[in-house]
T-cell receptor, first 113, second 117 residues
């Protein structure tokens, strides 16, 4: 089947610390992988994506590399800011899913000044 | 392009009442998706439309739930005889076609937060 597993939160970091949020997946077929971010009280915003193995998605200083051999898509940022405090969701989609996204449970990030 | 719009943003209702939410997708997007997000969880798929046709419904969508997209533009999600377990954020998303979703993801609205008391 199709599923996404993320590391449990909350993750609490000091400003300028390095961030890693782990994401692994299982998929029937060849998935595209996404990271979405949800700020308090808001909907989900697409943060970055990768559609094939070894692709690196990047946006706003965040990066994630599609690793087919380890079925992973870990999110990283070299220096987090207080404004990065949010919930981060890893997700996958395939053509067979008809456009549905399968989400992980989310990882809450809290960055302290 | 004004994005995906959802109304209302918040709804508080008493148990047993009916509620209806509205989603206005990005214009000319023929695919529209509904998701439900409970506290501390990722969004879960409920149903989707291609134009006015409802093509798939999740097992999560009990017979108290009904969704429509009468003219292939806006969509409504109605919950009858609400229960406390229906309290959640209801999210809507739209996209032109499946290929765009797989390649680019899709755009979500800000959601409707339902609280059943």
């Amino acid at each position: 089947g199709n599923s996404v597993t993320q590391m449990e939160g909350p993750v609490t970091l000091s400003e300028e610390a390095f961030l890693t949020i782990n994401c692994t997946y299982t998929a029937t077929g060849y998935p595209s992988l996404f990271w979405y971010v949800q700020y308090p009280g808001e909907g989900l915003q697409l943060l970055l994506k990768a559609t094939k193995a070894d692709d690196k998605g990047s946006n706003k200083g965040f990066e994630a590399t599609y690793r087919k051999e380890t079925t992973s898509f870990h999110l990283e940022k070299g220096s987090v800011q207080v404004s990065d405090s949010a919930v981060y969701f890893c997700a996958l989609s395939t053509f067979k899913l008809g456009g549905k996204l399968i989400f992980g449970q989310g990882t809450e990030l809290s960055v302290k000044p | 392009d004004t994005g995906v719009s959802q109304n209302p943003r918040h709804k508080i209702t008493k148990r047993g009442q009916n509620v209806t939410f509205r989603c206005d997708p990005i214009s000319e997007h023929n695919r529209l998706y509904w998701y439900r997000q409970t506290l501390g969880q990722g969004p879960e798929f409920l149903t989707y439309f291609q134009n006015e046709a409802q093509l798939e419904k999740s097992r999560l969508l009990s017979d108290r739930f009904s969704a429509e997209r009468p003219k292939g533009s806006f969509s409504t999600l109605e919950i009858q005889r609400t229960e406390q377990g229906d309290s959640a954020m209801y999210l809507c998303a739209s996209s032109p076609k499946v290929g765009d979703i797989v390649n680019y993801g899709y755009t979500f609205g800000s959601g409707t937060r339902l609280t059943v008391v």
